[in-house]
């Protein structure tokens, strides 16, 4: 598991989620909850591509880049709330975050700090998610398990 390569693609999913939800906002689409399931292709790539290159840099172990996964997407998720909060405290704080909170499940009026941990918890969950789904995916790749490599078995 290399860090800087978590960094690196955390940055690249956050770099795609922020430019979406500001093409959104520049739209008027920002109320509109289900086009934040956008919001997975970012992270699918991002992801995938961590995993991708531990492979290409022969890091083997499933649970290794599983963690190497969920960190990569953690490290976004982390970019993205704190990005979030700014932009919201910009935009007029609470007020910003009760135009479009009646599209989302938290009741009530959250104040800004309480949106973000639903989303934060939200985004943990979507991280797991995408994490273990793409490991079913390469996960003959990089775990070598119940293969016979001695040519006398065969």
Same mark, same amino acid.
């Given at each position: ?11 690249i ?5 922020a ?25 699918i ?12 840099? !022969?890091?083997?172990?499933y649970?290794?880049?599983l ?30 975050? !009760? ?12 104040s ?12 943990l ?7 273990f ?9 990089v ?9 006398? !078995?065969?």
């Amino acid at each position: 598991m290399k860090v800087s390569r978590i960094i690196i693609n955390g940055i690249i999913i956050f770099i795609g989620i922020a430019l979406f939800f500001l093409l959104m906002e520049m739209l008027g689409l920002g109320d509109q909850i289900y086009l934040r399931l956008v919001n997975f292709i970012f992270v699918i790539y991002g992801v995938n591509r961590t995993i991708k290159q531990d492979y290409a840099d !022969h890091i083997d172990g499933y649970f290794t880049n599983l963690s190497s996964a969920f960190f990569t997407a953690f490290t976004s998720l982390v970019i993205s709330i704190f990005a979030f909060i700014a932009y919201a405290e910009y935009k007029g704080g609470e007020e910003y975050i !009760h135009t479009f909170v009646e599209n989302y499940i938290f009741g009530g009026t959250p104040s800004l700090y309480q949106f973000c941990m639903g989303l934060f918890i939200e985004g943990l969950a979507a991280s797991a998610i995408v994490s273990f789904t793409l490991m079913q995916f390469w996960k003959d790749k990089v775990e070598k398990i119940n293969k016979v490599d001695d040519l006398n !078995h065969n």
